[in-house]
């Protein structure tokens, strides 16, 4: 009887979960089924946007610091890729993101301190 009532009280919480799960392997599963120029394509998106947030925190000196916390998030979001992925390779994606970040800043005739005060704001 108590397991009814238990099932009773908490059913939401337990059709939410059911749900987040569904939900998460089919994104896996969506992600894993793209061709590997996609999934390159979207790691880079979310290393520049990682790339991006940490160039506000750190000053130029201070890239490799940078490098290290963008390496971190990307264990964290991407664990299995970090296994699979060489560490070699995702620092040249990192590295490229600064790059791209440069330029789209130079396009813009701003400088990365600009950037960060602008940011600042």
């Known amino acids: 009887m ?8 908490y059913w939401p ?7 987040l799960i569904v939900w998460g392997i089919y994104e896996f599963k969506l992600f894993y089924k793209l061709p590997n120029s996609e999934k390159v394509k979207r790691i880079k998106a979310c290393l520049l946007n990682w790339v991006t947030i940490a160039a506000k925190k750190y000053d130029a000196g ?3 610091l940078a490098i290290a916390e963008v390496y971190d998030v990307f264990c964290t979001k991407f664990p299995v890729l970090k296994s699979i992925i060489p560490l070699d390779i995702v620092k040249g994606w ?12 130079a396009s813009e005739n701003k400088t990365m301190t600009m950037f960060k005060a602008q940011m600042t704001k």
């Open 2 to 9: 108590s397991f009814i009532n238990w099932l009773i009280t």
């Open 13 to 19: 919480m337990i059709v939410i979960a059911i749900v």
């Open 62 to 64: 201070e890239m490799d």
């Open 94 to 105: 990192i590295k490229q993101a600064f790059d791209q970040l440069e330029g789209v800043l």
